[in-house]
């Protein structure tokens, strides 16, 4: 079992920054990424950004040039710094580990952005 909990969320002004954690706890090796999903009232679960346990990270077309996904692996921590954020950012975000075919949630955290 791998227990994922977000933190990190809040309320920001259009144009601010956000920086959400996801500490990672369990049995996690063989955790092949850790990725952020996020959910919109109304709207279906989409993928933000993921890393590779070799470091490599990818982004959805929407979080290019302004999000950033990171790991520490000495406090089981991933990161994602959002800059220049926008009020179609507002959503739940969600930290996923994927582990084989398992893949993990955390609970979620609110972000919210005011024009």
């Known amino acids: 079992q791998v227990q994922l909990v977000e933190s990190g969320g809040g309320l920001v002004q259009a144009g601010g920054s956000l920086r959400l954690s996801c500490v990672v706890s369990?049995?996690?090796?063989?955790?092949?990424?850790m990725g952020w999903y996020r959910q919109a009232p109304g709207k279906q679960r989409e993928w933000v950004a993921d890393?590779?346990?070799?470091?490599?990270?990818n982004y959805a077309d929407s979080a290019k040039g302004r999000f950033t996904i990171s790991r520490d692996n000495a406090t089981n921590t991933v990161h994602l710094r959002m800059n220049s954020l926008k009020p179609e950012d507002t959503a739940l975000y969600y930290c996923?580990?994927?582990?084989?075919?398992?893949?993990?949630w955390g609970q979620g955290t609110q972000v919210t952005v005011s024009s």
């Open positions: 890393i590779t346990s070799g470091g490599i990270t």
């Open positions: 369990g049995s996690i090796f063989s955790i092949a990424a």
């Open positions: 996923a580990a994927i582990q084989g075919r398992r893949v993990y």
